[in-house]
C-alpha cells in the first residue's frame, strides 16, 4: 500500500528540492514588473512576467537596504537576482529577490552567470574539493587592501579573540583594471609561505566594484591553492564567483576572520568543559567496576572456606547454646522431681515423725521393736528421737497385758 502524505509533508518535500537545486538557489530573472505592492511591512511584493507566463516575487526589507536602489513601478523592465523557493502556507513557489536592478545594467550579470555556470560544469565548486580549515591556526594570510576598513576589522577581530595568532598581509588591488591579477598574485604569494588559513576579500560596493572577484583567473588561483581559502567579499547579500570557488565563503571580511581564528577563551572554555567531562567520566567507571569488585566480592565470599568455616562456627555456637539451654532445662526439671520426691519420702521417713515426744526404739540387733516382747531385761536398746540417738538397758520389763490382767 503506498503511504500517504500530509500536505504539509509534500509542501516541505518541494520546498527541500528548490532548496538543494543549485540553480534554484542562485538564480537571475528577466521580466516586466506588475501588481507591484509596497507593504506597511516594508517588504515589495510584485509579479514578474512575460509573454504567456508569469512568477510572483518578494523582496523583503533586509535585502531593499543593498539590493534596490530605485523605486519599482509596473511596467519596467527588470533584472531579479535570488532564489526560488516554496511559500509552504499557500503551496506555491515564488522568487526571493535579493536584488533587482533596471534591465540594461545586465552585461555583467550575464557574464556573470555564464562564468559561474561555465566553472560550476567544471566542478571547481564542488563540495569534495573543499579543504578544511584549520580549527587552531598559527599564521593567517590576508588578500585586501592595505587600507580601508576591511584589513582594519579583521585586525581588530583577529587582536580580540587570539592576539598570538600572525597576520601577513598582502595588499593587493581589490577594485578596477588590473585588481585580479594582484589578487591572484597575492594568493599565489601566501600559498606558498606555509599559511594555515588564506582569507580574501574586501568591503560592499556594486557589481563593477566587486567585479575582480568573478574574474576565472581568481576563482583558478583559489581552486588550486593548497591553503584552505575563506572568501569575504562584499556585504552579506553579495555572492562572487570567488564565494564559490572558496573552501568557506563568509559575509563579510570581519566574519571571515571570526571564521578563520577561533575565540580562545571559548576554547580554554571548551577544555574546562572537556576536562570536567572526562573527570565524571572517570568517575562514574570508577563507580561501576567498584560495584562490580563489591558483587564479586560478595560471590566469592559466599563459596569461599573461609566464608563456609566462618558459618560452621555461627552454627556450632548456636549449637552450644541449645545444648547448654537443653541441659539447663533438664537439670531444672530433674531437680525439681528430685525435690518432689525427696518431700514425699521425708514424709514416709520414721524420723520425719519423731517429735512431740516421739521416738525410734531398735534392740541391739538393730531390729525394730514393736513390742515389749522384742526386748529382754539386760539388753541393750537404742532410742532414736528428732535430734539424736540414745543408747540405754533394759532393768526391768512391764508387759501391759499382765498388768491389766493382774
Known amino acids: 500500500m503506498a503511504a500517504i502524505y500530509s ?4 509542501n516541505l518535500y518541494i520546498k527541500n528540492m528548490f532548496a538543494n537545486d543549485y540553480l534554484l538557489r542562485n538564480v537571475q530573472v528577466k521580466g516586466e514588473l506588475s501588481n507591484v505592492k509596497y507593504h506597511s511591512s516594508g517588504h515589495i511584493y510584485f509579479t514578474l512576467k512575460e509573454e504567456g507566463s508569469a512568477i510572483n516575487g518578494v523582496m523583503f526589507q533586509s535585502a531593499r537596504r543593498n539590493g534596490l536602489d530605485f523605486t519599482l513601478e509596473n511596467g519596467q523592465s527588470v533584472k531579479v537576482s535570488g532564489s526560488v523557493s516554496v511559500y509552504e502556507r499557500d503551496g506555491r513557489y515564488q522568487i526571493y529577490a535579493r536584488e533587482i536592478a533596471l534591465d540594461g545594467r545586465g552585461d555583467l550579470y550575464e557574464a556573470y552567470e555564464i562564468l559561474k555556470q561555465k566553472l560550476y560544469e567544471e566542478g571547481l565548486f564542488e563540495f569534495d574539493h573543499k579543504k578544511e580549515i584549520p580549527k587552531f591556526p598559527k599564521k593567517i594570510g590576508i588578500v585586501t587592501a592595505r587600507t580601508g576598513a576591511a584589513i582594519q576589522d579583521i585586525m581588530n577581530i583577529a587582536r580580540r579573540r587570539n592576539p598570538f595568532v600572525q597576520l601577513y598581509l598582502y595588499p593587493a588591488k581589490v577594485q578596477g583594471d588590473g585588481a585580479a591579477l594582484t589578487i591572484v598574485k597575492g594568493i599565489e604569494t601566501l600559498d606558498t609561505m606555509g599559511m594555515d588559513t588564506i582569507i580574501i576579500g574586501r568591503g560592499g560596493g556594486s557589481i563593477e566594484d566587486l567585479w575582480p572577484f568573478n574574474e576565472e583567473c581568481v576563482a583558478r588561483a583559489i581552486f588550486a591553492a593548497k591553503t584552505p581559502i575563506i572568501s569575504g567579499t562584499g556585504h552579506e547579500i553579495d555572492n562572487t564567483i570567488a564565494d564559490y570557488a572558496a573552501d568557506l565563503r563568509a559575509p563579510t571580511p570581519s566574519a571571515a576572520c571570526e571564521l578563520a581564528i577561533p575565540d580562545i577563551m571559548s576554547s580554554v572554555l571548551l577544555m574546562n568543559q572537556y576536562e570536567n567531562s572526562l573527570k565524571r567520566c572517570m568517575l562514574e567507571r570508577i563507580r561501576q567496576v567498584s560495584q562490580k569488585l563489591h558483587v564479586l566480592s560478595v560471590k566469592l565470599d559466599l563459596v569461599s572456606p573461609k566464608s563456609r568455616l566462618e558459618n560452621q562456627k555461627i552454627y556450632l555456637d548456636s549449637l552450644q547454646e541449645q545444648i547448654k539451654q537443653a541441659v539447663k532445662d533438664r537439670y531444672q526439671k530433674e531437680n525439681h522431681r528430685y525435690e518432689l520426691l525427696l518431700e514425699k519420702l521425708n514424709g514416709l521417713s520414721p524420723t520425719a515423725k519423731l517429735v512431740g515426744g516421739y521416738g525410734y526404739i531398735e534392740n541391739e540387733r538393730g531390729t525394730p521393736v514393736k513390742s515389749i516382747l522384742d526386748l529382754k531385761e539386760k539388753e541393750s536398746f537404742f ?23 493382774g
Request: glycine share 8%; proline share 0%; aromatic share 0%.
Open 383 to 405: 532410742v532414736t528421737i528428732r535430734d539424736g540417738r540414745a543408747e540405754g538397758v533394759v532393768t526391768r520389763i512391764e508387759h501391759k497385758m499382765e498388768k491389766e490382767n
Open 7 to 10: 500536505v504539509t509533508q509534500i
